[in-house]
């Protein structure tokens, strides 16, 4: 059985930082392509960042700069660093794991408001 455990949202102030964490079970961790995406309310989910199985990573262009994405194959575990955060990050915040079949998380609510 497949399991994506996001954890690590919450509320924070524009300029701030949040990481979040993704574990996963039931899957070959070193061969997926690990990714966050997130939805805003009243938005279609959209790609934040993703990190393939060799490392390469790419960012949506709204968080290049102040996202970094990681992954540890050590404790099946993909981040997202945020730093900078703006209220237009506010979102839910969606674990993904890709291969063939693509599984996502239960997902984790990111608030960036003063």
């Known amino acids: 059985q497949v399991q994506l455990v996001e954890s690590g949202g919450g509320l924070v102030q524009p300029g701030g930082s949040l990481r979040l964490s993704c574990a996963a079970s039931?899957?070959?961790?070193?061969?997926?392509?690990m990714g966050w995406y997130r939805q805003a309310p009243g938005k279609q989910r959209e790609l934040v960042a993703a990190?393939?199985?060799?490392?390469?990573?790419n960012y949506a262009d709204s968080v290049k700069g102040r996202f970094t994405i990681s992954r540890d194959s050590t404790k099946n575990t993909v981040y997202l660093q945020m730093n900078s955060l703006k209220p237009e990050d506010t979102a839910v915040y969606y674990c993904?794991?890709?291969?063939?079949?693509?599984?996502w998380g239960q997902g984790t609510q990111v608030t960036v408001s003063s």
């Open positions: 993904n794991a890709a291969f063939i079949t693509p599984y």
């Open positions: 039931g899957v070959t961790f070193s061969i997926y392509t």
């Open positions: 990190v393939t199985a060799s490392g390469s990573t």
